[in-house]
């Protein structure tokens, strides 16, 4: 098959390209850098995948079996491309989330309610947050009057390029671990319990249910089926750098999640964080045999043991390390924070944040 995966170098992006190319298909992703390729089946194309131009050329210009899209939009953008991808290709994969879901008793189930059908928070609900995005481009696929497409709901994904924490990612917290610094978590998220998945295992999920006749017009959640609460994998992440550094990081515990102060993120903590997470896989389980799929704790190991060999941390929020360390009492050296403009703003927000 020719297969065109926008957005396809992060996360599960990169191990569902080896897979397609170990099935003998051709592949093309969309990166905004340059990126070679040792493989005659695999070709990158340099471009922003936002840019509709630029998507309608990558269209054009080839037969697409099947578009894997890992591309975030809002919905107006989205409102501009869904019915070109659905006519350009003979399956439309589409990244959603198993964020969309509400809060439920129970295992949850591809059927089960999603927020953006049953909350009542008007507040909220005039946003274009995260969940309710996903949801209403789920929604205008669902009524395209075209049933080319699959969606597919991940959960927490994890590797050793995404290692989350709560509402943090790496680096939120590892980076202040092997820094010397307190890893400042919450007490109201680390007894929820959370479903996370390696994302070689999603990937597998996705490979199983691309060209497949029987996944065309659904919706998939790809998921663990081990579930944890977040002072479990606070735990796992704990013992693993004292096992490799010798150092046992602090921990300082707040009330609240700090990510509660910041608009961008609080409702990922109330309508995610806050909420059990524990999923039926019957559905994706009639394509794939999940009891494959790597226990979470397991994988945690080797994608935080492979992380700390390499250590490359992308960019830090200096006003959430500000806001950290003035829960935990501390200070970041002014010579570790790069730019005195950046500087300024970190005392700004540790002094008065």
Known sequence: ??????????????????????????????????????NANLKYLKGNSKDLSF?????????????????????AQFKERYKIFLANTKHYIFISSARVYAECEGKI??????????????????????????ARQEDLLKNSGESNWTVIRPTITYSDIRLQLGVMEKENWLYR??????????EDIR??????????????GIRALI?????????????????????????????????KTGNRPKVFYTEKAVKLKFPSAKYQVIYCRYFDRQFDNK?????????????PIDGLKKSLELFLEHQN??????????????????????????AAKTRLKYLYSRIFG
């Not at 992006?13 to 990126?35: A, C, F, I, Y």
């Not at 944890?228 to 750098?241: N, S």
């Open 55 to 75: 998507i309608k050329d990558v269209l054009s210009k080839n037969k697409w079996d099947v578009v894997v899209d890992f591309m975030t939009y809002n919905t």
């Open 1 to 38: 098959m020719n297969i065109l995966i926008l957005g396809g170098t992060g996360a599960m992006g990169v191990p569902l390209t080896k897979l397609l190319l170990d099935d003998g298909n051709n592949v093309t992703v969309t990166s905004r850098s340059e990126r070679p390729s040792d």
């Open 313 to 338: 941390f992308k960019t830090i929020n200096w006003t959430f390390e500000a806001y950290n360390d003035k829960a935990a009492k501390e200070w970041t050296k002014l010579s570790e924070i790069p």
């Open 191 to 204: 007894d929820k319990y959370t479903t996370m998945t390696t994302a070689e295992d999603v990937a597998l």
């Open 109 to 134: 189930t591809e059927d089960s309610p999603r927020l953006l059908d049953v909350t009542t928070d008007e507040e909220y609900l005039k946003t274009d947050e995260y969940a309710l995005t996903k």
């Open 211 to 243: 060209g497949n006749e029987k996944a065309i017009g659904e919706c998939f959640h790809i998921t663990s089926d081990y579930s944890y609460k977040w002072t479990e994998i606070l735990d796992c992440y704990l013992d693993i750098i004292e096992e």
């Open 177 to 186: 671990a092997l820094h010397g610094r307190s890893i400042v978590f919450s």
């Open 283 to 295: 559905k994706i389980a009639q394509f794939i045999d999940i009891s494959q799929f790597e226990k």
